[in-house]
């Protein structure tokens, strides 16, 4: 009687010491769901470079300033460009052995007035300067008509800033003959419309572009940039017309003498 009144005695402490264990581990909250895979974050220097040349090309959008570079192709020895950024955000792009196979050096401007394209006095043409306008001062230049090298100074700053645009920012290593801080530049979207050529772009501190590679070609800064004027001025008189485009009109093209 008293074996089996002990026995119960030290069942009934076992039960003690395990019943609230066993239902505290049922009230326990239920394990954490695992988390949903997500994707690949943008690695840290990228992100960084992203912000640092969006900061440079803040900067280049407010640098107003008159300078020269060098503009390579892949077909056409090395001319000298000369870029003018206003202090009233007019600008200037003279770009000379571009027109007509070559022979005809232009302009292109943006002014209050409009976007115009300017025919120089060249090889290809000895007439006087005259301009053509091709539209309001923010519309951009028609494809056959567009020389390229302005972008870099005016609408592909916009870009370079939108943190919202389809690129991947990293360091790069200058093209040679430039210095600064150069960034590569691709584009993360599939359309054959991408919002900039991809490429490098080299900025000084103060926002000076130095050196651009894409493309159109290779700019390199040539010596130091001078004061920008209040305004531009285009390099002649405007006229009814037609602007000259990149390529010389075919012998087929062209009147024969008698026809009208």
């Known amino acids: 009687m008293h074996a089996h009144f002990r026995a119960a005695r030290r069942l009934t402490g076992v039960l003690a010491l395990?019943?609230?264990?066993?239902?505290?581990?049922?009230?326990?909250?239920p394990p954490a769901p695992a988390p949903l895979a997500t994707a690949d974050p943008?690695?840290?220097g990228m992100d960084a470079a992203r912000d640092e040349l969006a900061a440079l090309?803040?900067?280049?959008?407010?640098?107003?300033?008159?300078?020269?570079?060098?503009f390579g192709t892949a077909d056409v020895p090395v001319r000298t460009i000369v870029v003018t950024s206003a202090n009233d955000g007019t600008w200037r792009v003279d770009v000379p052995a571009w027109g007509l196979g070559?022979?005809?050096?232009?302009?292109?401007?943006?002014?209050?007035?409009?976007?115009f394209q300017c025919a120089l006095p060249s090889a290809g043409r000895p007439?006087?300067?005259?301009?053509?306008?091709?539209?309001d001062p923010d519309e951009a230049v028609p494809r056959?008509?567009?020389?390229?090298v302005q972008h870099p100074f005016t609408d592909w700053l916009e870009v370079l800033t939108d943190r919202r645009a389809p690129l991947a920012v990293s360091p790069a290593t200058a093209p040679p003959g430039a210095t600064d801080q150069c960034y590569s530049v691709e584009s993360t979207s599939a359309s054959l419309n991408a919002p900039l050529d991809v490429g490098?772009?080299?900025?000084?501190?103060?926002g000076t572009p130095t050196a651009v590679r894409a493309d159109f070609g290779t700019l390199k800064l040539a010596g130091e940039p001078g004061p920008a004027p209040a305004t531009v001025q285009l390099a002649g008189p405007v006229v009814d017309g037609d602007p000259v485009g990149l390529t010389a009109p075919s012998p087929s093209d062209t009147p024969s003498a008698g026809t009208p």
Do not use: K, N
């Open 18 to 29: 395990t019943l609230p264990a066993l239902l505290a581990a049922c009230a326990a909250d």
């Open 42 to 44: 943008v690695p840290a």
């Open 57 to 70: 090309a803040a900067a280049a959008q407010d640098r107003h300033l008159t300078a020269r570079y060098t």
């Open 102 to 115: 070559g022979t005809v050096d232009v302009s292109l401007a943006a002014t209050a007035d409009g976007l």
């Open 127 to 135: 007439e006087p300067a005259t301009c053509v306008r091709l539209g």
């Open 144 to 148: 056959r008509f567009d020389p390229r």
């Open 200 to 206: 490098i772009y080299c900025y000084r501190e103060d």
